[in-house]
Each structure stands twice: as structure tokens, then as C-alpha cells.
């Protein structure tokens, strides 16, 4: 059974930065794409970032040049770097694993507030 754990999350001022981490056990971790989600409230779910397993990725609009997604095998985690923070990046952020197929598998959540 997949289990992934997203930590890394907080309070921080417009501006800042926090960097995202989720640790995966209960698959071959390395040859599945990973995902980082966000919800806001009233919102819906939505991609912020991917990366294959050949560590191609790609990036919402709203995000691209202020986040950075990655990945280490080696310790089966996935982490998302996220500067020039704004508030309306403000959301419970998830992880997502492509596995297994076809709905994949997801964390509990961190919480992302940006707010002075």
C-alpha cells in the first residue's frame, strides 16, 4: 500500500519562500511521476507541479518560475521548492504519486498560508 507524507508547510510573509517535502514508501518510487496539488477553499483541486520519472516536468501557469519540482530517488521523496510566495498561493498543498493505476495515490496535505 502506497503511503506519502507531505511535510514542510506553515505561515509565511508575501515574498518568502518554503520548500514542500513528501516521502513515499510502498512502491518502486522511482519509476512513477509525482505530483504536487493545492485547494483552496471554495476551490477546486488543482495541478501545481509534475515530474516524471525521467524528471521531466511541467508547471501551472500561476506558478512557473517561482516553484521548482523534484525529485530523489534514492530517498523516495519528492519536494517542492516555492519562492516569491503570494497570497494567493495560500492552499492545503497534496502529493500525488501515479500509482497504482488508474487513480493514483495521494497524502494527507500541508498547509501552505501566505499572509503578513
Known amino acids: 500500500q502506497v503511503q506519502l507524507v507531505e511535510s514542510g508547510g506553515g505561515l509565511v510573509q508575501p515574498g518568502g519562500s518554503l520548500r514542500l517535502s513528501c516521502a513515499a514508501s510502498?512502491?518502486?518510487?522511482?519509476?512513477?511521476?509525482m505530483g504536487w496539488y493545492r485547494q483552496a477553499p471554495g476551490k477546486q483541486r488543482e495541478l501545481v507541479a509534475a515530474?516524471?520519472?525521467?524528471?521531466?516536468?511541467n508547471y501551472a501557469d500561476s506558478v512557473n518560475g517561482r516553484f521548482t519540482i523534484s525529485r530523489d530517488n534514492a530517498k523516495k521523496t519528492v519536494y517542492l521548492q516555492m519562492n516569491s510566495l503570494k497570497p494567493e498561493d495560500t492552499a492545503l498543498y497534496y502529493c500525488?504519486?501515479?500509482?497504482?493505476?488508474?487513480?493514483?495515490?495521494w497524502g494527507q496535505g500541508t498547509q501552505v498560508t501566505v499572509s503578513s
Open positions: 500525488y504519486q501515479a500509482y497504482p493505476f488508474p487513480r493514483g495515490s
Open positions: 510502498g512502491s518502486i518510487f522511482s519509476i512513477y511521476a
Open positions: 515530474i516524471t520519472s525521467g524528471k521531466s516536468t
